[in-house]
Each structure stands twice: as structure tokens, then as C-alpha cells.
């Protein structure tokens, strides 16, 4: 037999050589390719053979084939196979583990992998039942050396992994096999923990003796396996093993934040320990990571990482404590409560600022994943009201405008951010689409800080308006498609006055809501509306964002109702707004945004406020069939728009035949033309009406006047 072995041990080298060999030639591979398949299927000693093949003195490739020979053996013929075969096979797979592996820094991570599967496939069809001891013959296993450990560490976290994670056995091996691991937990996390306290301990000895680096690499290497390991189980296991022995194993996760071979995957197994659901009984235990040591840990890690400079690694790990913070965070808000016996943590107040840096971060990434939690704290109905979180909400409504800001472009290297960005997102498109989202999320995490302090927030708005309207306009070294001297959408001007915009936009519409009318600062919000209502520009994005300013501001003309008609004037201009010399060519794109952002402004102001427009009709009434005179001044969209909002202002008649007349009356254009022997001409024929629209003709050039186009806006305006 040991002859028929050796042969076909030497025919499968040379098959897998030829399929790996990038010189093979389609056929030869595929024969060997056949070959290989055949011999795993059909052969009665596939087990001797791939035990040979598995020999150190061969080269990984083989190696590994032999290892996938017994996995196919394992997998597929376990059931037939007889008791002293799957004996063997186990006893010869723990000899290997045991003397057939190299060093742990030299053996190939691919090798020890497929080890690993073949255990656990051996597991799942043997343990408990056949193999009762196999958990203590695994922990003597690993006391042989870095290799064994880091082997029994991966077989431990892919069996986790398929009975739990992945539940790929049958339902009544994995109930049994999972009932078996939740029963022998406390023997599984005692190993865990032990292996990495005895490889951190050994590492962190010999990590400073240049002579033993390649030791000290080893037990680094196995302290890693084992924080991947628990990574695995902490999600699933009973809480009670996560904070057993007064939290020792958050203690030691903790200080392992300031190892940096070890704090990434540390950070991996205590976000999943802090993120777990569950009884609050059994998540109790967990704010021992607002402790002065865990708290000192943390922040003194993130502190490492932010400066040791834009390192991918660093980068990553900093992401994750700004999770592990943000889940901290949110951990504290569910277990505290009205009725609950927990307090309010001494070191609050220090978490609160180190999240605040983290939010004030140059990553836009996280300035964004920290305000979920943000809003959860300024939500709370106990932690709200802490006077520690009042204290920093002033500072964080004050990193929200500077986070309003949009700039971090991956293309551009106008700010700090752009750096991060690059590592983040693909594109600018990719950015764009982040950042939008990031400041509706923003928008309404400020809407909620105003709730707490809203006379601070409207103060903020105010001097910050304020401070816009007397700067002068930088519109940078960008080239605006709107014209020579006007800001494009990366102009320094435009991006600090739309920020300021939403800011005051925020703002203001909350404070409105929340405070009692006798309590509205009245004159300081009719100063800012006189300010806004004076400031004239001729540039159609910074017009646009004033535009805004006036509607957030309207509310106080229900105070000063003098103010309407000069608000009602600012509008109206905007909505003829035209950039000089532009009037005879097609208008940009900015500024048919600000016409329409004037309109939709107008009809928004008589829909809601439609009570206090109701004395200024007349006058409105009168400029509106002034404009709608000129048929070349307005879009139909534009007419649409006038004409809808005086009809929301008409509501307000409250008489009939006052608002009949009027609607007839404001209908004499429509219907004159709808009326009229051209329309009734180019309708009742379908050959007429393409030609009245000029749809027969070729499409005209878009800088010459098109004739036709006006036929087919008074189509659509009718």
C-alpha cells in the first residue's frame, strides 16, 4: 500500500503543479484539473495520501491540496467512513497540528485556515457525543507552541462562526453543538482570556529586545488571533461572561487601546460588547467604561492616533472608537432613566468633550457618525437636563456651523478635510451625496440643541448672519458658469453664507416652536429682517441664500407688520431677477434658481401667512398684472406661480362673490388666449397644431430666438 501511495502522491504533485504552472496549456490543466477531482471522488486511500502530501518538506501548494483531500474526505465521506478511519484521521489532523506545522511567522496563513476548517467540520459531526473531550485536548494542544495556539484559536472562532453566525448545519447538530459551547462558555472565555493575557504579557517582554523580535512578533500574532476569536463570541455569549470578574476582560481590552499592534482589533470586541442589547440588568456592568482608568484609556488612545498623522491604520482605529464612543453614548441613554438606580456618570462631563473633539474632527466621516448619539443625549429626558450637557451644547452648536461648511472635496485641497476624504469616497459624487445626507442629520440635531437652549441658538444665528452681511464677497479662483465676478458653488463666500443659511434656517424655525411668544426676542429678529431686506447683491447663489434668510425671518412681521410690504418688494424683485446685459440671452442656471426659489418663497409666505399678506393684496394684485403684461418677462412657470399666490391670499375674502370676481377677472388672460381663432386654429387640426408648435420643423439653435417656443408656453400655461 505505501507504494500505491507513493505513487499517486507523486502523480497529484505533478497534477497540481501543471494546474498552477502559469505556462500550462488549457488542455493539460484541464486533464489534471480531472484527474485531481477523480482521485478525490473515487480513491479508496484518498486519507494516506493526503496525510503524505501535507508533509513539511513539500511546497505550500501541495501542502494545501493534500489539507483540501481531507476536507473533501471529512465533508463527504464522514458517514461511511469506518470508526478506525475517522480515528486515524483525527488522531493523524492533532499529530499535525502538533509537529507537522512550521513557525507560526513562517507557516502560511492559507495552511493553518484550511486546518482550522478540517477540525471543525471533524467537530460538528463528532462533539459533544464521539468526542467528548475534544475542548481540553484542543487547550493542551495549544500549550505546545505560538503556531498550535493561533490553530486552536481559529478552529474555536470558525466553529462560532458555522454553528452561530452562519448556522450551516442542520438544525438539530447546531441546537445540540450550541447548546454544548453555551455550556462549557465559562471553560472556552477562561482560555480565551488567559491565551491573550499570557501572549500580550510575553509580547509587551520581549517587544523591546531587538534580539527577540521574531518572538515577540509570534505571541503578538496569537494575541491578535485571540481578540478575533472573542470578537466572535461576544456578540452571542451571556453577558454575564463579558463582565465577569468585576469587567476584567473590559479592563484588559481597555488598556490593549494603547498597544498599537493589538488596539484595532480591541477596539473591534469592545464596540461589540458595548453595541449589545439585551436586559438592562445585564448591560448594567457596562458603564464601568465611564471610569476614570477605561475613560483615561480611551481618550488617551484616540489623543495617539489622531497624531500620529493620516496612516490608514491609525485612520481606521480612530473610526472605530468614534463608534465605540458613539455606542457608549447610546448605551448610557437607554439604562438611564426616570425610574432607573443608575446615575448620571461622574465623568460625563469628560466623555461629552472628548466626543466633541471627535466631532470637530477633520474626517467629515466622523464629524457624521457622531451625530446620532448627539441627538440621543440632547433627546434624553434625564441627560438633557444635566447641567454639564447644557454646558456643551453651546460648543457643539458652535462646531455645527463650522460643520455646515461644505468643503472636503476628494478632487480639491482647500481644507484639512479633502485629505480624509480621499480615503473615504470614491468621488466628488460620492462625497456630495455623503454630505447631503450629513446635513439633513445635522439639521436635525441642531433643531434639537435648540430646544435646550434656543435664545442661545438664535443668538448665535443672528451674529453670525450679521457678521455675513458686512463681509465682502470672495468669490475665490473658481470660474462660475453664471458669469465673470460671480461665485460658483466652491466660492469661500457661498459656502460660508449657505452654511450660515441652514444654521439660521435650523435655528430659528425650532425657536419659533419652542418658546413662549412673550419670550420671542422681537427686536433683535426685526433688526436682522431690516438688515437682510437692505442688503442688495447682484450675485444670484448669494441671492438665493438671502432669499432664504428672509422667509426663515417672515415670523417676526406678525409683530411688525409695517415690514410686509418691503419684504413682499424684496421678493418681487427676485422673481424679475436678472444678472445685467443678460436680459436678450438664454439665462443661467443660477439664476432661474433664484427666480423660482422668489416664487416658491412668495407662495409659501401666502399659504401660511395668508391672514397677514391679506392687507397688502391690492398692491400685490396691481404689481402682478404689471408683470403679467410683459409676456416676455415671465416664465409660464413663473406666471403659474404669482397667480397661485394671490389666489391662496384670496381665501382669506372670506365672501364669495368678491373671490368669483376676482378669479374671473385674474382667468381674462387665460382665457382670452385659450379663446382666441389662432388657438382654436392650431387645436383643431392635429397637422396645424405640430406646425404651431413647431414640431415638423428642425430643433432650432438655442442661442436664436425660437418662435415656436412661445407658441408652446402659452399652450402650457393655458
Known sequence: MAEQVNTLCDQLIKA?????????????????????????????????????????????????????????????????????????????????????????????????????????????????????????????????????????????LRLAEDVVTFQTLPTQRRRDIQQSLTYNMEKIFAFLQNTLQQSVNKYRRLKGDATQEAKAKGHCRVGIVALNTLAGYMDWVAMSHITADNCKLLEMLCLLLNEPELQLEAAECLLIA????????????????????????????????????????????????????????????????????IETPS????????????????????????????????????????????????????????NLVKVGFPSKSDSPCCEYSRMDFDSDEDFNAFFNAFRAQQGEVIRMACKLLPMTAFEMAAELLRSQLTLSIDVGSTNSKAGEGLCSIFS?????????????????????????????????????????????????????????NVSALFPFVSYEPDYLPRVLSKLFSAVTFEIVDESKAPRTRAVKNVRRHACSSLIKLCRDYSHLVLPCFDMMYSHVKEMLSNELLLTQMEKCALMEALVLVSNQFKNYEQQQSFLKELMIPVSSLWLSDEMESALWDPVQFLSFIGADKAPADPTLEDGYGLNRSRISFC
Open 347 to 402: 465623568n460625563f462631563g469628560k466623555y461629552l468633550e472628548a466626543f466633541l473633539v471627535l466631532t470637530t474632527h477633520s474626517s467629515q466621516f466622523i464629524r457624521c457618525s457622531t451625530q446620532i448619539t448627539w441627538g440621543a443625549l440632547f433627546r434624553h429626558e434625564v441627560l438633557s437636563q444635566e447641567e454639564v450637557l447644557q454646558d456643551v451644547v453651546h460648543k457643539y452648536l458652535h462646531s455645527a456651523v463650522t
Open 16 to 156: 497540481v503543479n501543471v494546474m498552477m504552472d502559469m505556462n500550462s496549456s488549457q488542455r493539460y490543466r484541464l486533464e489534471a484539473l480531472k484527474f485531481c477531482e477523480e482521485f478525490k471522488e473515487k480513491c479508496a486511500i484518498c486519507i494516506p495520501c493526503g496525510l503524505k502530501l501535507t508533509d513539511q518538506s513539500q511546497p505550500p501548494i501541495v501542502r494545501h491540496f493534500g489539507l483540501q483531500v481531507l476536507e473533501h474526505c471529512v465533508k463527504f465521506r464522514w458517514n461511511t467512513m469506518q470508526q478506525r478511519d475517522k480515528v486515524y484521521l483525527k488522531n493523524n489532523m492533532m499529530g499535525f497540528v502538533s509537529k507537522g506545522t512550521k513557525n507560526i511567522l513562517e507557516e502560511e496563513s492559507h495552511i493553518k485556515d484550511v486546518v482550522a476548517r478540517i477540525m471543525v467540520e471533524m467537530i460538528k459531526r463528532e462533539w459533544p457525543q464521539h468526542w467528548p473531550e475534544m475542548l481540553r485536548e484542543l487547550e493542551t494542544l495549544s500549550l505546545q507552541g505560538e503556531t498550535q495556539s493561533e490553530i486552536v484559536l481559529l478552529i474555536l
Open 492 to 548: 469661500p463666500s457661498f459656502v460660508q453664507w449657505d452654511a450660515m443659511t441652514f444654521f439660521a434656517e435650523s435655528v430659528i424655525s425650532q425657536m419659533f416652536r419652542t418658546m413662549d411668544k412673550d419670550k420671542i426676542p422681537v427686536n433683535a429678529g426685526i433688526e436682522l429682517l431690516k438688515s437682510v431686506l437692505e442688503y442688495d447683491t447682484r450675485d444670484p447663489l448669494i441671492l438665493s441664500c438671502l432669499l432664504t
Open 274 to 341: 458595548v453595541s449589545r442589547k439585551g436586559k438592562v440588568d445585564d448591560r448594567k456592568p457596562l458603564t464601568v467604561l465611564f471610569g476614570d482608568v477605561a475613560m483615561h484609556y480611551i481618550l488617551t488612545a484616540a489623543q495617539s492616533a489622531d497624531e500620529g498623522g493620516l496612516i490608514e491604520r491609525n485612520y481606521v482605529f480612530l473610526k472605530r472608537l468614534c463608534q465605540l464612543l458613539c455606542a457608549l453614548g447610546t448605551q448610557l441613554c437607554s439604562l438611564l432613566g426616570a425610574d432607573s438606580d
